[in-house]
């Protein structure tokens, strides 16, 4: 803090830190999100065709038969082992966890909103210290995201393309 700050200046540049960790935060976790939503699906999908149309071939027996069985039996193990280790668990855990930031980004627009040179500076920081805290928890409880999808999501802030 340097010599010109205010308390409330301190506490309005502390409610836009948490606003904007919330923010780039938020973002990101959208972005692991869709992805992983994406890559979940796709890892089910295309091993599930393949293993369909392997198993037709092998019904009208064109070509080696060997070959698109064990080309088969293979994509087919892909895709279970894809739909079973839950993929979509991930995108849902990295939703849940952007929700949570956009939630809090929520309550730190408002506090900053309604906030004037005149208000209770104990009650303020008291507010500010809780949002502090629940941004604490949020990040010790959700799941680590890749850094790929924090610069997708700077991009995307810096573009306008997220508020």
């Known amino acids: ?8 200046e301190s506490i309005k540049a502390e409610l836009a830190r948490i606003r904007s960790n919330c923010l780039y ?3 990101g ?6 992805s ?13 065709c393949v293993t369909a149309i392997c198993s037709l071939l092998v019904a009208v027996k064109v070509g080696p038969e060997i070959f698109f069985s064990g080309l088969g039996a293979v994509s087919g193990a892909i895709a279970a082992t894809a739909a079973f280790l839950g993929s979509p668990k991930t995108a849902a855990d990295h939703l849940a966890s952007a929700r949570a930031y956009t939630a809090l980004k929520h309550r730190a627009d408002i506090e900053i909103s309604l906030m004037t040179e005149a208000s209770d500076l104990a009650v303020l920081e008291v507010r500010t210290r809780e949002l ?5 928890h949020i990040t010790s409880t959700d799941t ?3 850094n790929k999808f924090y610069e997708r999501a700077q991009e995307r802030i ?3 393309g997220a508020a």
């Open 1 to 8: 803090m340097s010599t010109s700050d205010t308390p409330f």
């Open 25 to 27: 935060t938020a973002q």
């Open 29 to 34: 976790y959208f972005e692991a999100a869709k």
């Open 36 to 48: 992983a939503e994406k890559w979940g699906r796709l890892m089910v999908f295309i091993p599930a």
């Open 132 to 136: 502090g805290a629940d941004y604490v």
């Open 144 to 146: 680590p995201m890749a």
């Open 158 to 160: 810096q573009q306008g």
